[in-house]
């Protein structure tokens, strides 16, 4: 610090100490240690790479909207936080926001001041560019809303690079700020009148501009936050908290899919085309030759397997959906130990079912021959194969009886080829 202290009491009461002390968030610059040596009073702060000023002065590009959209909330958090906590800060600007890669902080507390102090305050507080109108009209009394005010002005240089109120003085600078944003009326803003009127100060009749001209590169969202912002009535500016719920930081709740939780990606994955085509053919076949599939599950038990993709809510529900997706899983179910032995429909009506042409005799030997074998559940059966994507009934070309049930048939197409 610049000047000397000769007591502890007098460091611990300055107002910079009292308000970091009761204050501690993620985008507040934290005070680890505070050192009086020979009179001379030494603050200790977390470490941050630079200030966002130092970032914006020999800057030749544009910052992308995405990278001033992720500060300015990180920012208006940190307000929130401390409006909250019953202080504000009343020095705003880009000298006083550290930054560290993708993380900015809120620094320099020297001038912030509780809510609920007494009047007057200091009318010379913050860098002339970011000062808010009640402030450079010697108001008596202000708060939080002069906060506001500079985010405005500071959310607009960080997308042109530019201040958007460059005044050399107190009276240059309302000029510019009438001829941004248009002049006051009384109607609008009639306290303002007041103050003006006790320092004999006349607002100059200007109309101002569209800011969207002075700020090409933002979004019409950006935008409206920056008009509400700088308003002359500070009760019309929105609160950090409204303003974390404006349409501009919408894109920051959002959660990509990467990072959702693999439960949710699961819920919305519907169930796998080749089961459901399966179990479709093996209900259409089960109604057109009843007692020709032992093998297939009652309607009633695929509408609750249905239920369970309705309401994936549990870890349970997650594997079922899992097991439900492979279909080579299907089969190693506790049921299928218990199913009876395959009958091939070939036995009761081998003209229905085989409809290719050739080797019909052949086809028809050696589903009979199949319809003796059974599913085997030990450790080395074929059945543990993850079985290939399901063939179209009929007789492929080789001679080979394609797979009238997709993911049966193919466990013994070695025999079948044989």
């Excluded at 459901?276 to 093998?295: C, I």
Aim: hydrophobic fraction near 35%; charge should be positive; glycine fraction near 8%.
């Amino acid at each position: 610090m610049k000047r000397k202290y000769y007591s502890w009491e007098e460091c611990i009461n300055l107002r910079e100490v009292k308000s970091l002390r009761k204050m501690n968030h993620p985008n507040i610059v934290k005070l680890k240690e505070v050192v009086r040596e020979n009179d001379i009073l030494y603050f200790v702060f977390e470490y941050m790479e630079c200030s966002l000023y130092q970032l914006m002065k020999d800057r030749q590009k544009f910052f992308l909207e995405a990278k001033i959209k992720n500060w300015c909330f990180q920012v208006f958090q940190g307000l929130a936080y401390m409006h909250q906590r019953g202080y504000f800060h009343r020095d705003l600007k880009p000298e006083n926001f550290l930054v560290s890669k993708d993380v900015i902080k809120i620094a320099d507390f020297g001038l912030a001041r509780e809510i609920v102090s007494q009047p007057p305050y200091t009318d010379y507080v913050s860098t002339r560019w970011y000062r808010a109108p009640e402030v450079l009209l010697q108001a008596p009394t202000y708060g939080p809303a002069v906060d506001m005010w500079a985010m405005g002005a500071i959310m607009a240089e960080l997308f042109t690079l530019r201040p958007l109120f460059p005044g050399s003085s107190e009276a240059d600078e309302i000029y510019k700020i009438c001829s941004v944003i248009g002049s006051p009326t009384e109607s609008s803003w009639a306290e303002g009148f007041e103050l003006a009127s006790t320092i004999n100060y006349l607002f100059p009749d200007l109309g101002g501009v569209n800011l969207s001209a002075l700020v090409p590169s933002a979004s019409k969202e950006a935008v409206s936050l920056i008009a509400s912002l700088c308003s002359w009535n500070p009760r019309k500016r929105p609160t950090a908290s409204e303003v974390l719920q404006h349409p501009f930081f919408q894109s920051c709740y959002y959660v990509p899919p990467s990072l959702r939780p693999k439960l949710t990606t699961v819920a919305r994955t519907p169930p796998s085309e080749g089961l459901s085509g399966r179990r479709a053919m093996e209900q259409k076949y089960a109604k057109k030759y009843p007692g020709s599939l032992p093998t297939s599950k009652p309607v009633d038990t695929v509408t609750s397997s249905a239920k369970v993709h309705a309401y994936p809510s549990t870890g349970v529900h997650r594997r079922l959906e899992m097991n439900q997706s492979d279909g080579g899983n299907e089969k190693t179910n506790k049921n299928s130990s218990r199913q009876p032995k395959y009958q091939p429909p070939i036995k009761n009506n081998p003209r229905g079912m085989y409809m290719g042409k050739g080797r019909g005799n052949d086809i028809g030997y050696t589903a009979e021959k199949l319809g003796n074998m059974t599913i085997g559940m030990g450790r080395g059966s074929v059945t543990r194969r993850p079985p290939p994507p399901p063939m179209k009934a009929g007789v492929a070309a080789s001679g080979r009886s394609s797979d009238l049930f997709p993911g049966r048939s193919q466990v013994y197409s070695g025999k079948v080829a044989g």
